[in-house]
Structure formats: structure tokens, C-alpha cells
């Protein structure tokens, strides 16, 4: 009895020795969790959270346009004979786009044109990669220092090292060698308009079609002002190729006379031939030749066109080929500047019907455009346009379609 009291006793020590340890490690993880929760802020679960998630771009940032060729050079110095096309096509996958990447500096005079020496690179526009002139070794392009002389003429700073000639005369942006002839030579007239200029009557041997060029050529006219005048035919009637609607005649060039002699008392006065590219004939017409400004008419921007509807090749210009063009050929197009037609719009040519497939049970459908090149049009009329065929995939006729590229 005395061995059974004392191991009850003994449990009864234990059971308060275990009691009192789990009351403090009570205690002790209480305190413990309250310090943590004092300096904790309470969080909402995650799916109770509205709050969008943000992401911040730098600033710096630039967005390469994707029209950017990926062997684009880091900059390019402008050479004498370039062609504004010919630097497009050295950054940009479409030329056609040029006019949306460059920047015109306005640190520099004539900002808009580009002349032999600038040196074209790369800056940051509202975080778009872009083109711009940032350096030149012209003269022309002297930076303006914002002083004046005492006459009131600004000062530019220019650099001790740039060339002493200056290069006056802005890169065309297409070989102006090329569509100068079109611009001065062949044009797009009214009905009748040869009524209202002078005329070939004959020439000096007596006979009616002049091919040696060695004879005075005799012209009837009100007056002769001028030294030099273009000689003119008209041709037969352009029409629409859709709607068969006329939209001009053609005077195509076939020579230029030099006046030699003024007029007798009927009118009639006397030439000499400079040039000849086909034979004289009576009633050809006579009109001043046109002086150009060399490279100032050919500084427009290649563009997307903005026209609502597609144009169509109403026949390739040329002395001896007008049913078929390639690389460099002139085209006549059936939109004009009454469409929204400018010098600069490129436009992409495919052929002119759809290609058709047929199906292994009969059905037909539509292939995908067949595509001959890149035109950019370079003169406008009321409703027709001069283009220049850039790149020629295959040849090109009549009644082909020029569709956005």
C-alpha cells in the first residue's frame, strides 16, 4: 500500500510538471504571434484583388518598323548620281514607304531635299526609329547659327573641313536621265488643242516630209518669240481601258527647230532642224520648248498612294515597243491627279485577269495575284499619270492592274 501511494504521488508531479510546460509554450507562441501580426499588413486573397497588373516601358524604348531591312547599313553618305529610290532601297524592305520613316532635320536648310555629301542616319522620333540627314560635307548644308549679317543675310556655321565647290542640285528620286524625255517631249492634251499653235506648212526643197534635216523647215503662225520650239503630232484618242470613257490625246515629240528667220508679211517663217526623231510632216505643231528645273521637279517622296481605286496600264511608252514594258519603261496609267494621284505614289503591278484553279471535283477558285514589278508615278495629268517601272519581275502589257503594294 505504502509502494502504491508513492507512485501516485510520483504521476501526480509529472501530469503538473507537463501542465505547466505546455502553459508556457502556450504563452510563449501567443506573444510569438502577436509581435508577428503587429507588423504584418493585412493582404486581400488574390483572387479578391482587382487591380491590374502593370508593366512599365522604359522610355527609351525605340520600335524598329518592320519595313527596315535587316542588313540596313548604320548610315550612308549620298554620292553624286544617286537616286533618292536607290537610298530607300538600301534601308527598307518597300521603298513605298519611305516618305513614313523620314524625318526632315530642322537643324538644316532644305531639310525636305537630299544632296550629295548628307550623310544619312538613324534618330529617335516619339520613340520611332526614323531616317534624317545628320551631317553633310555640302556647303549647302550649312547649319544656320540664328545671327545675320548686318544686311540682314543669315550666318551658317559651316565646318573648315567640308569641300570648297558647292553641290547645288538635289538627288532626283528617279533617274531623271530616264523620264526627263516624257516630261518635255510627250504630253496629254485635249482634243483639238494643236488648233491653237503654229504649224508645219513645207520646207525649202519643196517637198512635203522632211527627213534630211539639211532644208529650212517653213512654219505658219500669230507669232514666233522664241528661239526654239519642240515639234508635236498629235496621235490617236487615249481612252479609259475599263469604261472606254476619252481621257486626252497623246502629242508625241518627233523633232525641235531653231527660228532663223521672222516672219514674212502671211506668217510664214523659217527653221532649221536641231533634232529629229522621226520625219516632219504638214500641219505638225510647233511649241516654245520647255525649260526645266534640273533635279527641283523630281524631289518628291516615294508613298503608299491614297486612292480608292485600282489604276490599269493603258499602254507602255516608246518609240518602238507601246505593248509591252520592263525595268525603266515608261507607262501611261488611267488615273490622274482628278483621282488623287501625286508624283511619289508607288503602286504594285499584277496581271491583269485573276488567275483561276480548279479543283479535283471541278470547282473553280481564285489564285493569288500574279505580281510584275513596282511602279512610281513621277507626272500627272487631269486623268492620267506618267509611271516609271522600277523593278520588272516579268513583262508588262496593256490592261494590267496597278494595285496598292
Known sequence: MFETEIITNLTKERSIIVRNWLNSALILGTVALTACANNQTYQRPAETQSAPKQINIPATTVRVAPEYRTDAPDR???????????????????????????????????????????????????????????????????????????????????????????????????PKEIVYPF???????????????????????GSYISLSGRSEVYAKGESFDDEYYDVFRESAAINDPITNEPLGVEATYVGQLRLVKEANE????????????????????????????IGGDLTFLPKIPDVDEDAMV???????????????????????????????????????????????????????????GIVIVYHTYDDVSYALIMNAFDVIYPGDRLVAP
Open 76 to 174: 550612308y553618305v549620298v554620292k553624286k548620281g544617286d537616286t533618292l529610290w536607290s537610298i530607300a532601297q538600301r534601308f527598307l524592305q518597300s521603298p513605298a514607304r519611305w516618305k513614313e520613316i523620314w524625318h526632315a532635320n530642322p537643324k538644316l536648310k532644305n531639310p525636305h531635299l537630299i544632296y550629295p555629301g548628307d550623310i544619312i542616319t538613324y534618330t529617335n522620333i516619339g520613340g520611332m526609329k526614323k531616317l534624317q540627314v545628320g551631317g553633310s560635307s555640302n556647303p549647302i548644308r550649312g547649319l544656320n547659327t540664328g545671327k545675320k549679317t548686318t544686311d540682314g543675310r543669315p550666318i551658317y556655321n559651316l565646318s573648315p573641313t567640308v569641300r570648297t565647290e558647292t553641290l547645288a542640285e538635289p538627288i532626283p528620286t528617279v
Open 266 to 293: 502671211d506668217g510664214i517663217a523659217s527653221f532649221m532642224h536641231v533634232d529629229s526623231v522621226n520625219p516632219l510632216y504638214p500641219r505638225d505643231i510647233l511649241i516654245p520648248t520647255q525649260e526645266i528645273e
Open 183 to 205: 516630261m518635255t517631249k510627250n504630253r496629254v492634251v485635249e482634243p483639238g488643242f494643236s488648233e491653237d499653235y503654229a504649224y508645219i506648212v513645207g520646207q525649202s526643197d
Open 314 to 372: 493603258i499602254k507602255p511608252m516608246g518609240a518602238f515597243d507601246t505593248q509591252s514594258g520592263t525595268q525603266f519603261n515608261t507607262l501611261l496609267i488611267n488615273r490622274g491627279a482628278g483621282h488623287g494621284v501625286v508624283p511619289g505614289d508607288v503602286f504594285k503591278i499584277v496581271r491583269a485577269s485573276a488567275q483561276m484553279g480548279t479543283g479535283r471535283y471541278g470547282e473553280q477558285f481564285k489564285l493569288p495575284d500574279y505580281d510584275l
